[in-house]
């Protein structure tokens, strides 16, 4: 049934980011699509509903059944150790939050091709420019925002 009601793109983008970012999240949706499911609502429709295959939905309820909802919840994943330690990482938000002209170098704003080359030059630690621009956001910044901070004003 359409009630004419749409949400917007961007909203639609927000939602699956909480999905994928937040564990929480991920574990009541998969207990939303259980309860859908025991209320008996066909597996199939639900997996279309969700976009998650038929598979994932019979393991949880396999999970759920044998371990309890517990089960259900994200375990940790191991994962590539970081090549940065937090002490660092300290360190090098101080130096985000200067200037790139105060450590002498030639450019205004901070991107990742100059923080690749600060962290090689400074800590020793070679990252690509990629790597580069998601520790802006893990250090909760963007190159943008980092220029706003060290000069004071936004920066282009």
């Given at each position: 049934m359409k009630n004419g009601l749409k949400l917007k793109e961007t909203v639609q983008k927000e939602i699956k980011n909480v999905f994928k970012s937040s564990e929480s999240a991920r574990f009541i949706r998969k207990i939303d699509i259980l309860a859908l499911v025991s209320?008996?609502?066909?597996?199939?429709?639900?997996?279309?509903?969700?976009?998650?295959?038929?598979?994932?939905?019979?393991?949880?309820i396999n999970q759920a059944n044998d371990k309890g909802l517990e089960a259900l919840k994200d375990k940790k994943r191991p994962g590539r150790k970081s090549s940065i330690i937090p002490e660092?990482?300290?360190?090098?938000?101080?130096?985000?939050?200067?200037?790139?002209?105060?450590?002498?170098?030639?450019?205004?704003?901070?991107?990742?091709?100059?923080?690749?080359?600060?962290?090689?030059?400074?800590?020793?630690?070679?990252?690509?420019?990629?790597q580069c621009q998601r520790l802006f956001h893990k250090l909760g910044l963007s190159p943008e925002e980092a220029s706003k901070n060290s000069t004071g004003t936004k920066t282009k």
């Open positions: 209320n008996g609502h066909h597996i199939t429709s639900v997996s279309k509903l969700f976009k998650i295959s038929r598979m994932s939905i019979s393991n949880w660092i990482e300290e360190l090098l938000k101080i130096d985000i939050e200067k200037s790139p002209l105060d450590i002498d170098y030639e450019n205004n704003d901070w991107d990742g091709k100059l923080l690749a080359r600060h962290l090689k030059e400074q800590y020793q630690i070679k990252l690509g420019i990629r």
